[in-house]
Structure formats: C-alpha cells, structure tokens
C-alpha cells in the first residue's frame, strides 16, 4: 500500500542519514585522536624545552658558581699578593737601609784607608774589609732588583687575571639571558599553537 511504501521510504532515509552521520563520527573520532596526537607531540616538545632549559640553566649556574669561586680564589690571591708585595716593600726598605749603612761603613773604610796609608798592617786590613763591605753592598744591589721585578710581575699578572676574569662572567651572564628569552619565546609559540590547535 502507499502507506507502507511511505514508511519504507521513511526507514530507508533514516537509514542512509544514520550511515552519514556514523561515517561522520568515525570521521570526527578520527579528527579528534589526530588532534590529541598533535596536542601530546606538543605537549612532549614543551616538556623537552623546558628540560633543555632546566638542564642548560643547571650547567650555566654550575659555570658561573665556579667562575664565582675562581673569582674570589683570584681575589684572595690578589690579597696575598698585595700582603706578599707588601712585605717585599718592607724587606726592600731594610735592604735599601742595609746598602745605606754599607755605603757609610764603605766610605769610613775609605776614609780610614786614607787616614792610615802610612801603616801597612792597618792598610791591609782595611782593604780587606773594604772588599767585603763592597761584596756585600753588590749582594744586597743585586736582592733589591730582584725583588722589585719580583713585585712588578706580580702585580701585572693579578690584575689581568682579574680583567679576564670580570669580562667571562659578563659575558655569561649575557648568554644566559638571551638563553631564558628563547625559552620564554619557544613556550609562547608552543602554548599559542597548542590553543590554536584546540
């Protein structure tokens, strides 16, 4: 009958709009485990940066601690240098008064030689001491040189360790902070397309 044919016509669209709207699911459910794969993988390179970041932050700080220690081993031998230089100056200024009072005994001597060139005994005995007071003099000369180039040298090289030293660690500190502004970029685009993806 017409009826009946209608109903078969009824049940055989709904038939094919169930089909669709399966075929759509399937579709959708397919859509959507593609996108929660997008939005793991993302999820995964997000957590990978961040590691990176925690593991360079890591080896950075380690850098700069260490750098911090040498630094301040290199200030506490600086110190040292200074207090060395310092006794240096102090062993340079008794020196200096050791070949002043040489000098005098040397020029005494000489006076003598002079006063008493009429008695050899003496004479000898004063040429002898002259020698000796002039080795001395020579010996204590040749200390006082050493000692300052002892001094300068030191000196020179301390201040450019720590020159080298100062610039390192700008330069560090610079890295790291171009490295954190990456990361602070690299988790916006990855939360921006993540959202986006959503």
Same mark, same amino acid.
């Given at each position: 009958?017409?009826?009946?044919?209608?109903?078969?016509?009824?049940?055989?669209?709904?038939?094919?709009?169930?089909?669709?709207?399966?075929?759509?699911?399937?579709?959708?459910?397919?859509?959507?485990?593609?996108?929660?794969?997008?939005?793991?993988?993302?999820?995964?390179?997000?957590?990978?940066?961040?590691?990176?970041?925690?593991?360079?932050?890591?080896?950075?700080?380690?850098?700069?601690?260490?750098?911090?220690?040498?630094?301040?081993?290199?200030?506490?031998?600086?110190?040292?240098?200074?207090?060395?230089?310092?006794? &240096? @100056?102090? $062993?340079?200024?008794?020196?200096?008064? /050791?070949? %002043?009072?040489?000098? !005098? +005994?040397?020029?005494? *001597? =000489?006076?003598?030689?002079?006063?008493?060139?009429?008695?050899?005994?003496?004479?000898?005995?004063?040429?002898?001491?002259?020698?000796?007071?002039?080795?001395?003099?020579?010996?204590?000369?040749?200390?006082?040189?050493? &000692? @300052?180039? $002892?001094?300068?040298?030191?000196?020179? /090289?301390? %201040?450019?360790?720590? !020159? +080298?030293?100062?610039? *390192? =660690?700008?330069?560090?500190?610079?890295?790291?902070?171009?490295?954190?502004?990456?990361?602070?970029?690299?988790?916006?685009?990855?939360?921006?397309?993540?959202?986006?993806?959503?």
């Amino acid at each position: 009958s017409a009826k009946a044919r209608g109903l078969t016509e009824q049940v055989s669209l709904l038939t094919s709009q169930k089909d669709v709207l399966e075929f759509k699911a399937k579709e959708g459910a397919t859509e959507l485990h593609a996108a929660q794969e997008r939005v793991t993988h993302l999820e995964e390179q997000l957590s990978a940066v961040r590691r990176q970041h925690v593991e360079a932050s890591a080896a950075r700080t380690a850098e700069i601690e260490t750098l911090q220690d040498t630094l301040i081993s290199s200030e506490r031998a600086a110190e040292a240098a200074r207090r060395s230089a310092e006794d &240096l @100056r102090s $062993s340079l200024d008794i020196a200096e008064q /050791r070949e %002043r009072a040489l000098r !005098r +005994e040397v020029e005494s *001597l =000489q006076e003598g030689i002079t006063d008493s060139a009429r008695r050899d005994k003496e004479l000898l005995q004063l040429r002898t001491d002259l020698k000796v007071a002039q080795s001395q003099l020579e010996a204590v000369r040749a200390d006082n040189a050493g &000692l @300052r180039e $002892s001094a300068s040298q030191e000196g020179v /090289r301390l %201040r450019d360790r720590t !020159r +080298e030293l100062q610039a *390192l =660690q700008q330069k560090l500190d610079a890295e790291l902070t171009i490295a954190r502004r990456r990361l602070g970029d690299a988790e916006e685009r990855v939360r921006f397309e993540v959202a986006s993806r959503e």
